[in-house]
């Protein structure tokens, strides 16, 4: 590789190279991305179940306190969002249906919500205008 024609052979090498580097690069980082989306719809998914009571957590898939606490403070920390969920013990027990949040559900599927035109009241603010109240109802 000497002279003007080696120079020229060995750029063409190193940008060829570094084109397939970049190809690799690119390829792996949309894999990447795809598994993480489709792990996140997943999980998305089974939260909502869970939410709605279609399915029961198996009790020995469920975070402990500790490791509850850890995620929650690292969160925090990094200042990302922090969702409330509820504890273990909260979504092993046994669906009531006179807790608060049946009885919501309930009450908004029966129409028989208190307020305005079937909309929930609003709730009290002595600052609140209601000079507008007629226009938007």
Do not use: C, H, W, Y
Not at 102 to 116: C, E, I, Q, W, Y
């Amino acid at each position: 590789m000497t002279g003007p024609q080696g120079m020229t052979e060995g750029f063409a090498r190193f940008r060829s190279d570094l084109d397939a580097a970049v190809s690799r690069g690119k390829r792996a980082s949309a894999e990447a991305n795809e598994r993480t989306e489709a792990f996140r719809g997943r999980t998305r998914e089974l939260t909502d179940q869970v939410r709605a009571r279609k399915t029961k957590p198996d009790p020995g898939q469920l975070t402990t306190d500790d490791l509850r606490r850890v995620a929650t403070g690292f969160r925090t920390s990094k200042r990302l969002p922090v969702e409330q969920l509820p504890t273990g013990a909260e979504l092993l027990a046994p669906s009531s249906p006179s807790s608060p949040e049946n009885v919501a559900k309930d009450t908004l599927r029966s129409g028989n919500t208190p307020g305005v035109g079937g909309r929930p009241p609003r709730p009290d603010d002595d600052d609140e205008d209601f000079s507008q109240e007629r226009i938007l109802s």
